[in-house]
C-alpha cells in the first residue's frame, strides 16, 4: 500500500480495478465449479442420471476415503507423481539442451529437425511392446514413455524460442564483436524466457499424460492402475476419484509453473 503512494491517483485506481477484477474472475471460478458440483450432486440423488455409471461427488469423496482409510491413497498417489516429476524434469532439461544444440549448430538443425517432426507426430502409444521389452513393466517404462512425450515437444518449443530472437538486436551484438557464447547468454535466452514458461506449461500436461498412460500399459501401482483397474471391475466411483485426483494434481503442477511465471516477470521488471 506505500509504493501506491508514490504512484498517481490514476495509476492507483487502475492497480484497484485490476485485483477488483482478478477477485470477480476468481469468485466466478469458484461460483461455476460450485454449481457444477451441485446439479451433478442433486442429479444423482434424484436419479436424473445413473449414478452408477456417472458417480456423484459425494460418492467420489467416499471413494477418496476408502482409499486412504486402506492405506492405498498415498501410495497410489506418491507412484504417479514421482513418475510424472522425474519424466517432466528429464524430459525439460534435455528438450532444453538439444534445443541450444540446434541453435548453435545450424548444420546440426538443418540435419536433425525433420526427424524431429516425425517423431512428434509418431503416436507413442505404438511404442508400448517395445518399451516393455527395453525397459521392463516398472517405472523404469512409465518414466521413459514420459520423457519420450514430453520431449520432442519441449525441443520444438524451445528451439522456436531461441530462432524468434530479434534479429536487430543479433545484427547489434554482431557488429560490437560479441561471440557466440555472448550473445547466446546475453541474447539469446534472456528473450526465449516466455518461451521457456510455455514449455513448461505444456510439459505440464505431457507429462502427465505419459504417467498415466505408462500406467494403463505396465503398472501395477498409481492413479493410472486405479483407473484401470476401477474399468475393469465396474467400480467407477474407483475410476472418478482417480480422475478427480488426477485434476487436482496436474492443477497443483500447472499452478506451479504459472507462480515460477509470476516470480520471473517480477524480476525482469
Known sequence: ??????YSQEHRLYVRNEKRKSILVNVARFAILLIFLIIWELSAHFEWINPFITSSPSRIAKAIVDLYQNGSLFYHVGTTLWETLVGFF???????????????????????????????????????????????????A???????????????????????????KLLLLKSMGASKTQILTKLVIPSSLPNFISMLKINVGMAWIGSIMGEYIV???????LIVYGGQVFKLDLVMSAVFILCVLAAAMYAAVTLLEKLVIKNQK
Not at 507413442?124 to 517395445?130: N, V
Open 1 to 6: 500500500m506505500k509504493n501506491l503512494m508514490n
Open 90 to 140: 528429464i524430459a525439460v532439461f534435455l528438450g532444453y539442451s538439444i534445443a541450444l544444440l540446434l541453435w548453435w549448430s545450424e548444420a546440426f538443425r538443418r540435419i536433425t529437425e525433420p526427424y524431429f517432426v516425425v517423431l512428434n507426430a509418431l503416436p507413442k502409444i505404438a511404442l508400448g511392446p517395445l518399451i516393455i521389452i527395453w525397459c521392463g513393466t516398472g517405472s523404469k
Open 142 to 168: 512409465i518414466v521413459f514413455i514420459t520423457v519420450l512425450i514430453g520431449l520432442i515437444v519441449a525441443i520444438l518449443n524451445m528451439l522456436n524460442g531461441f530462432m524468434s530472437t530479434d534479429e536487430n
Open 219 to 225: 503398472s501395477k501401482a498409481g492413479i493410472g492402475y
